[in-house]
């Protein structure tokens, strides 16, 4: 079992930044591949960003690269999502999502919501233009 707790989301104008964090507690965080998606009303979830249990394999939304960087710090069992240069269109409830790993690779992400075990309640950015 494992539980997600996000926390840092906000109001912000427009071109402003964030930092999303999730904090993990459940077995060895380090197990874990970490992603982010966001949802807003009547869409479906959407990818964000995934980071592999090493942490050196990273990947991201068409919508999000170049803007958005993910990381994690295994030690302190949190992953963070900084937001940055944001756009209105970012508005979103954004959620953390765990998925166990068992393998040696330890550069596997995944993209796909069904791969993950585990999801955080969500926090809502508000992007004003």
């Known amino acids: 079992q494992a539980q997600l707790v996000e926390s840092g989301g906000g109001l912000v104008q427009a071109g402003g930044s964030l930092r999303l964090s999730c904090e993990y507690s459940g077995r060895t965080f380090s197990s874990y591949v970490m992603g982010w998606f966001r949802q807003t009303p009547g869409k479906e979830r959407e990818f964000v960003a995934a980071i592999s249990r090493s942490g050196g394999n990273t990947d991201y939304g068409d919508s999000v690269k170049g803007r958005f960087i993910i990381f994690r710090d295994n030690a302190k069992n949190t992953v963070y999502l900084q937001v940055n240069s944001l756009k209105p269109e970012d508005t979103a409830v954004y959620f953390c999502?765990?998925?166990?790993?068992?393998?040696?690779?330890?550069?596997?992400?995944?993209?796909?919501?069904?791969?993950?075990?585990?999801w955080g309640q969500g926090t809502q950015v508000t992007v004003s233009s």
């Open positions: 999502a765990a998925g166990l790993e068992f393998s040696r690779n330890w550069e596997l992400l995944s993209k796909r919501r069904g791969e993950y075990d585990y």
